[in-house]
């Protein structure tokens, strides 16, 4: 079975400050990669994924993350965030191929201050 | 392109009540998702559709809960009786067949059980 744990509850940062969210994930097969933005009573937006190939994926608002195999992390980096970027983001992992599921993490609350 | 629907946005009932939520998917996905989302966690699935057919329900609470998806389109998630900690947010959510697993989600319905 395929596990995730964001390492973080909750981040605060400055605005236009460098931001990492942490994700790391378990399991005994391959799997594909996602991180998703939840803004205030929305749906999940997707913000990118990985599937196979280049372990740094960028994804949309600037976001990029890497795939580290060997630790298995999936960190999610934004270089300058803005005060909206704040929401919360979940981590999730799926083996891969099939119709398998999405399974997410508890989630970070990233809250950007001017 | 029209994203995924969900009706209602909110709902408040008193426990033991019955409630039933409606999800219509991107046109052309195949498979469709039920989330349950309690406050301050990631989602779990409850329930995933390949066409009108269940690829997984490991995590529904079969006494309670029931969702069906007739000609492989809309969803319907019932509860039936409600408990009080059966607040939460239900995410319906669609994707293409694989290996395009990336899942578009609708905004939710907000669950209150009292």
């Known amino acids: 079975a395929q596990s995730v744990t964001q390492l973080d509850s909750q981040v605060p940062v400055f605005e236009e400050a460098p931001v990492e969210l942490r994700c790391n994930y378990s399991?005994?097969?391959?799997?594909?990669l996602f991180w998703y933005v939840q803004y205030p009573n929305q749906g999940l937006q997707l913000l990118l994924k990985?599937?196979?190939?280049?372990?740094l994926v960028k994804g949309i608002n600037g976001f990029e993350a890497e795939f580290n195999k060997s630790q298995t992390s999936f960190h999610l980096r934004k270089p300058s965030v803005h005060i909206s970027d704040t929401a919360e983001y979940f981590c999730?992992?799926?083996?891969?191929?099939?119709?398998?599921?999405?399974?997410f993490g508890a989630g970070t609350r990233l809250a950007v201050h001017p | 392109e029209a994203g995924v629907a969900q009706s209602p946005r909110y709902k408040i009932i008193e426990k033991r009540q019955s409630v039933a939520f409606w999800c219509n998917p991107i046109?052309?996905?195949?498979?469709l998702y039920w989330y349950q989302q309690i406050l301050g966690q990631g989602p779990k699935l409850l329930i995933q559709?390949?066409?009108?057919?269940?690829?997984?329900d490991s995590q529904l609470p079969k006494d309670r809960f029931s969702a069906e998806r007739l000609k492989g389109v809309d969803s319907t998630l019932k509860i039936q009786p409600a408990k009080l900690e059966d607040s939460a947010v239900y995410l319906c959510?669609?994707?293409?067949?694989?290996?395009?697993?990336?899942?578009?989600f609708g905004q939710g319905t907000r669950l209150t059980v009292v």
């Open positions: 959510a669609s994707s293409l067949d694989p290996p395009n697993t990336e899942a578009f």
């Open positions: 399991s005994s097969v391959s799997v594909y």
């Open positions: 990985y599937l196979s190939g280049s372990t």
């Open positions: 999730a992992v799926s083996r891969s191929g099939g119709y398998n599921k999405l399974i």
């Open positions: 046109s052309g996905h195949a498979t």
């Open positions: 559709f390949q066409n009108n057919g269940v690829v997984d």
